[in-house]
């Protein structure tokens, strides 16, 4: 397979990428049972300079978090602690992009642990390839269904979407078209798609200890001491393959990769395709 350019590859993300969020007209969420609890319109957010901050054990001892705070905007995933953290991943969390798995498996923790309630929450669960709303609504990866509507009962002020299940098909399209072997069939990591959800809604986007630095460590997550390759390299998701493809589109300096673990991606919304 060839590699796209950089330029042709940020088009390709901006024009076959379908961002929205599931709002109450999509059925079958169409429904009076689902009406109180999904959002009526998209989301819509525009931003400036943002952070993606992976959950890599590298993050630790990295004191990036003055960097990262520095930022408009922040996305972290799944249970990504900051509390005991701030020193290197910052506090400021605009987006946290959670998937199904967290939500159902730890649902008490989620719905009782305060981490969960700022900025606006999002949630995707992986679905069968390329599959309508109505198939994958029959059979989600996790049955979110419960856990979701209680959390937006509890806190029905805070903003909750549901990433429609088409853009992490479209995405590995992408990214399968763009790597030189067969990629996993499997969607792509939280981490890739909060990547390209910041590049949609921001100007710019750094994204932190994705591409790993001199911190890499087999340490899974920053937050616990979980030793494990494929946190890193992917075993489920093609991790790998996604990394390739951020760094091709880097348009940092690759010292700051090195140090930091941080490269910088521009944003979807000024791309001239
Ligand atoms: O571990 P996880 O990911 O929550 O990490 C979020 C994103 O950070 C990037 N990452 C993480 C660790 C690491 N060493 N290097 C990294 O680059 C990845 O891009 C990752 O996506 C997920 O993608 O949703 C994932 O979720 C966990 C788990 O479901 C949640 O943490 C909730 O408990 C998955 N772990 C397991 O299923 C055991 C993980 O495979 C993928």
Redesign the pocket.
């Given at each position: 397979a060839h590699k796209l350019r950089p330029k042709e590859l940020l088009c390709q993300l901006r024009n076959r990428l379908d961002f929205r969020m599931i709002t109450a007209t999509d059925s079958p969420f169409d429904i009076s049972e689902w009406e109180p609890y999904v959002p009526k319109g998209n989301i819509s957010i525009k931003l400036g300079r943002c952070a993606v901050v992976?959950?890599?054990?590298?993050m630790k001892s990295s004191h990036l978090g003055e960097d990262i705070d520095s930022h408009d905007a922040v996305l972290r995933?799944?249970?990504?602690p900051i509390k005991g953290f701030q020193a290197d991943v910052g506090e400021k969390t605009t987006i946290r992009l959670?998937?199904s798995?967290?939500i159902t498996?730890?649902e008490k923790k989620f719905l009782a642990d305060p981490q969960y309630n700022f900025g606006t929450l999002i949630l995707w669960d992986p679905a069968p390839y390329h599959s309508s709303i109505k198939e994958w609504y029959k059979k989600p990866d996790y049955n979110f269904y419960g856990s979701f509507k209680h959390y937006r009962k509890k806190y029905p002020k805070q903003p909750f979407y549901i990433l429609n299940p088409h853009m992490q098909w479209q995405l590995w399209d992408i990214l399968q078209e763009n790597s030189p072997e067969d990629i996993q069939p499997n969607p792509p990591?939280?981490?890739?798609?909060?990547i390209v959800l910041m590049m949609n809604f921001c100007d710019e986007v750094d994204v932190y200890?994705?591409l790993?630095s001199k911190r890499q460590t087999n340490?899974?997550?920053y937050y616990q001491k979980i030793f494990d390759q494929?946190?890193?390299m992917g075993?489920?998701?093609p991790?790998l393959f996604?990394?390739n493809i951020i760094k091709h589109l880097n348009i940092g300096k690759d010292e700051d990769i090195y140090n930091y673990g941080k490269a910088t991606l521009p944003g979807l919304r000024n791309v001239q395709c």
């Amino acid at each position: 397979a060839h590699k796209l350019r950089p330029k042709e590859l940020l088009c390709q993300l901006r024009n076959r990428l379908d961002f929205r969020m599931i709002t109450a007209t999509d059925s079958p969420f169409d429904i009076s049972e689902w009406e109180p609890y999904v959002p009526k319109g998209n989301i819509s957010i525009k931003l400036g300079r943002c952070a993606v901050v992976s959950s890599a054990g590298s993050m630790k001892s990295s004191h990036l978090g003055e960097d990262i705070d520095s930022h408009d905007a922040v996305l972290r995933f799944n249970g990504a602690p900051i509390k005991g953290f701030q020193a290197d991943v910052g506090e400021k969390t605009t987006i946290r992009l959670v998937n199904s798995q967290l939500i159902t498996v730890e649902e008490k923790k989620f719905l009782a642990d305060p981490q969960y309630n700022f900025g606006t929450l999002i949630l995707w669960d992986p679905a069968p390839y390329h599959s309508s709303i109505k198939e994958w609504y029959k059979k989600p990866d996790y049955n979110f269904y419960g856990s979701f509507k209680h959390y937006r009962k509890k806190y029905p002020k805070q903003p909750f979407y549901i990433l429609n299940p088409h853009m992490q098909w479209q995405l590995w399209d992408i990214l399968q078209e763009n790597s030189p072997e067969d990629i996993q069939p499997n969607p792509p990591s939280s981490g890739m798609l909060g990547i390209v959800l910041m590049m949609n809604f921001c100007d710019e986007v750094d994204v932190y200890e994705y591409l790993p630095s001199k911190r890499q460590t087999n340490i899974c997550h920053y937050y616990q001491k979980i030793f494990d390759q494929a946190c890193t390299m992917g075993a489920y998701h093609p991790l790998l393959f996604e990394k390739n493809i951020i760094k091709h589109l880097n348009i940092g300096k690759d010292e700051d990769i090195y140090n930091y673990g941080k490269a910088t991606l521009p944003g979807l919304r000024n791309v001239q395709c």
